[in-house]
């Protein structure tokens, strides 16, 4: 074994790290536990994302275009513009995405028949295929991610994480309140 690899860390012991700092410096021991958990579960998933992208020739600004567009409902459309507000990136580097994107046969852009001087973006029947499949191949690692856990513990985690997501939603809804004030 590398020298290299014998001193990484585990994932596990990167957790136990963060953790121990944010409860040092002041953070709460049960909230820094599942905060941390998700995003290094996050972080990690990440990377594996990226290589199986790589495995069907997207890369991560294309798979947010073609996720973002396949998550719509299908009778709404979108514009490059939207496109690039939504995946937080400049307008001219969407439209070179899309471009190569378009090349691939992964979209389709045609003018708006309501407003000649917008483009509207739709995925095409090779782009909802290409989404399936990143989709299936992703699902394999994630259901190995979740082995050891039984299906009512998947349930309940669920649930549990479904809950904090409503938390999200509060919050924000106290600060557009407080905002509006």
């Known amino acids: 074994m590398s ?14 790290a963060e953790v121990a700092a944010y409860v040092e410096a002041g953070g709460n021991e049960q909230v820094q536990r599942v905060i941390t ?14 290589f199986a992208l790589s495995d069907v020739g997207l890369t991560t ?10 998550l719509r409902p299908r009778d709404t ?20 995405r899309l471009d190569k994107m378009a090349e691939r046969g992964l979209i389709d852009r045609t003018p708006d028949p309501s407003n000649r001087t917008r483009v509207l973006v739709t995925l ?24 050891r856990l039984t299906g009512p513990q998947r349930e309940q985690l669920a649930t549990l994480l479904e809950k904090a997501i409503a938390g999200l939603d509060d919050l924000a809804a106290s600060r ?6």
């Open 3 to 16: 020298p290299s690899k014998s001193k990484r860390k585990s994932v596990r012991q990167e957790y136990e």
């Open 37 to 50: 958990a998700v995003q290094g579960l996050t972080r990690k998933l990440s990377q594996w994302y990226g």
């Open 61 to 70: 600004g294309e798979w947010s275009v073609l996720s973002n567009l396949a």
């Open 77 to 96: 459309t979108t514009t490059p513009s939207q496109l690039a507000e939504v995946v937080a990136v400049a307008p001219s580097s969407m439209t070179h």
């Open 124 to 147: 095409t029947a090779a782009g909802w295929e290409t989404f399936r499949q990143v989709v299936r191949e992703s699902d394999l690692l994630e259901s190995d991610v979740l082995s």
């Open 176 to 181: 557009d309140q407080a905002a509006a004030s």
